[in-house]
Nanobody
Framework: EVQLVESGGGLVQAGGSLRLSCAAS????????IAWFRQAPGKEREGVSC????????WYADSVKGRFTISSDNAKNTVYLQINSLKTEDTAVYYC????????????????WGQGTQVTVSS
């Protein structure tokens, strides 16, 4: 059974930091790409970052470059998203997603999803 479990969200003040975690199980970690998406109320779910586990290649949306860092701990089958300099615009539910093979920025390409973790940024 493929399972993705996000954690690390919460209520933080603008300018602060959070580290989100995505714990994966039930598949061969090295064969997959893992991505982070987010969805704010009334908006489309959008890709913010992706990592190809096998070679460590990464991608970031323009809106988060310089503030977000994606990384993986392959021994723990866990992907992290370090979020710095939080803005109120970052408020959303953050989802971890996995697909076999190459990375993608499109939500339609991912077949496995976590339950999401809420990030709320106050001013």
């Amino acid at each position: 059974e493929v399972q993705l479990v996000e954690s690390g969200g919460g209520l933080v003040q603008a300018g602060g930091s959070l580290r989100l975690s995505c714990a994966a199980s039930g598949f061969t970690f090295d064969d997959y790409a893992i991505a982070w998406f987010r969805q704010a109320p009334g908006k489309e779910r959008e890709g913010v970052s992706c990592i190809i586990i096998s070679d460590g290649a990464t991608w970031y949306a323009d809106s988060v470059k310089g503030r977000f860092t994606i990384s993986s701990d392959n021994a723990k089958n866990t992907v992290y998203l370090q979020i710095n300099s939080l803005k109120t615009e970052d408020t959303a539910v953050y989802y971890c997603a996995a697909r076999e093979g190459d990375g993608s920025t499109r939500k339609e390409e991912y077949e496995h999803w976590g339950q999401g973790t809420q990030v709320t940024v106050s001013s």
